[in-house]
């Protein structure tokens, strides 16, 4: 539902022909979030890599508005497996900053030390995966550094590794050796690599943040701008409906026996209401044609006072669409 509401819209979208010219494929999505300090990005490239870390949500947004208020704001990475973080060094996720990121390790008793979240970019493994997390503890163990007697991996919806220790050993002692020693600490290198204006630029975190708002805002504009000329439309069909049948402009054409003379008779009627009902707008051949596909049975039927309430609903939505693109 997310994805759906500010990732597409057809309007909006840019189109081009697929490979074979059969259907229509999108040259980019409208994407009216963040998305990509979101979700983070890794990749490689001639000459270039990229490395742009995941961020929260709720930071995002709450940077964002401060952005649009015109205030300072800052934005620091936040990771989906948990554990702590220095971001003293971020340096606003350009080239040349780093953050170190921490297991989080809990003592369950003397004897028990218990992972339950890992650092970003590590994994506790599958059975035909190993995880290298893991192997860091076992080879610290296996060179002395930490003194254990078994590791545990119970990992099942959260993450939870087990660490045993071996009579006597220091559960303090040992949390400070697997940080010094083991994957529970890792150091991140960030590199906000993007393309901007078809070129590979490198960017602040701050910056990105200030192109995707600045993004969304027009792209917000040019939504409610569809949907008033959507309603515009809809608002001059309505009153074209309305004279014609409240006017019997459609009596006129009942003798007439060319395409062209209905056209005029037709202009003919409508020339009065041009400037007062309509706005100054005249009545088109597209118009017109939709005015003669009016069935019968619906000019009989056909109710004034609905159709009024309905031009009034209508006019009030083009004023909330006038509203909020002054206020966008």
């Given amino acids: 539902k997310f994805a759906l509401d500010v990732v597409f819209n057809p309007k909006t979208t840019e189109w081009k022909l697929s490979y074979d010219g059969r259907n229509k494929e999108p040259i980019a999505l409208p994407v009216k979030f963040p998305l990509l300090l979101a979700q983070g990005a890794e990749g490689i490239a001639v000459g270039l890599s990229c490395k742009i870390l995941p961020h929260n949500v709720g930071e995002i947004c709450q940077a964002a508005i401060k952005y649009l208020r015109g205030e300072e704001f800052q934005l620091y990475p936040d990771f989906p497996t948990g554990g702590s973080i220095d971001v003293s060094r971020y340096n606003d996720g350009q080239r040349g900053g780093a953050v170190r990121v921490r297991a989080k390790i809990e003592k369950r008793d003397n004897k028990t030390l218990a992972i339950t979240e890992i650092p970003f970019g590590k994994t506790t493994g599958t059975a035909s995966k190993p995880s290298t997390f893991i192997d860091s503890i076992l080879k610290a163990a296996d060179k002395g550094k930490i003194k254990v007697r078994k590791v545990e991996d119970m990992t099942s919806a959260n993450v939870e590794i087990l660490i045993h220790l071996t009579p006597g050993a220091s559960s303090d002692k040992t949390i400070d050796a697997l940080y010094a020693c083991t994957d529970c600490e890792v150091s991140i290198s960030p590199n906000c690599c993007v393309i901007d204006d078809n070129k590979p630029q490198f960017l602040a975190v701050s910056d990105v943040l200030r192109r995707s708002v600045d993004n969304t805002l027009e792209l917000l504009r040019k939504e ?105």
Avoid: W
Avoid at 255 to 273: H, L
Avoid at 275 to 296: A, H, M, S
Avoid at 315 to 323: H, L, P
């Fill in 224 to 328: 409610r701008l569809i949907r008033k000329g959507e309603l515009l439309e809809q608002l001059h069909f309505a009153s074209l409906e309305q004279i014609f049948i409240e006017e019997r402009i459609y009596k006129k054409i009942e003798s007439k026996t060319t395409q062209e003379d209905i056209n005029k008779a037709i202009r003919s009627g409508f020339k009065p209401f041009v400037d007062t009902e309509l706005g100054g707008e005249g009545v088109t051949d597209e118009d017109i044609e939709r005015l003669l596909k009016i069935p019968i049975r619906r000019i009989s039927l056909f109710d004034i006072e609905k159709n009024r309430k309905d031009i009034a609903e209508i006019e009030g939505s083009i004023e909330a669409c006038n509203y909020k693109l002054e206020h966008i």
